[in-house]
């Protein structure tokens, strides 16, 4: 993929389907450390045991309309191509854990991207389940809380486009800020 | 500066709004592929676009949502228009440009455009 919050927007429709309440993505950027750390966590459904040993093998899906399931593959190999590794924790009834490391400076690593574009997509496309976006950057923060966002907007669904637009701007902004 | 405050203007917005979008089972779906094979192949872009055109133009009947995998993944990014009594159009190779016209001439004036479709892909 182009970009990793393309990867992040896969993953994390992986915990859509898995009818996750609360997806919590956080991304992590330490300039000292050289590390870029991505995670995304949520309460969804889990995976036995069996099934996690074997999740990272593309052939290993729940799909049903292919054999084959790519998103956790391709992301790994990203991040193995810049020095990096994913793990994967998972609890079945409990949720899922994903979390993938790079070299942030590595010459092979794809830029993180439009994180607004893919806030917008996740939750636009799944108004009902709580997201909280968290970007760290050498120790200061910016946040996006659905559940905040709810507190304000009362009964108006978090897909009505004026909302998907504010999400927009306002994750572009805080980005920024913190570069 | 953006902050969560203009969030309740929009919620005035909203609630003064007499067209309010309803999610209706007999109206127009747009359903945009998102799985692994449609994002990598661009379909954020294209979902979006829907969705900001079908704003800006009013179309509170025309619902756009998001699936899994369709079973074409080559031809990503896709997307299927469910009219109601009328079979589904596949779109293929779907791109943030074509958007304004899938939804000028098919979704407003029934006009399929079918040098876009599948059907035009595989001869």
Redesign the interface.
Known sequence: ?KELS?HI??IA?NSV?AKASLIEISVCEDCKKNLLTICINDNGCGMSEDFLKKVKDPFSTT?T??RV???LS?FEAAAEQCGGRLEILSTQGVGTSVTVTFQQNHIDRAPLG?MA??M??LI??APDIDFIYRHIKDGRDFVLDTR??RE???D?PLN?????L?IG??VN??INELN | MKSLAELQEIRNRALNQVNLRKERADGIRVVVGMATCGIAAGARPVLNAFVREVEARNLTDVMVTQTGCIGMCRLEPIVEVYVPGQEKVTYVHMTEDKVARVVAEHIINNRPVTEYTVGSETK
């Open positions: 993929m393309l927007l896969d429709e389907k799909r309309t292919r399931g790519m998103g391709l439009d574009g893919t917008q997509t636009g496309g905040a966002m304000t907007l009362g108006i009505t486009p004026d909302v998907i504010w701007d306002y902004e805080g």
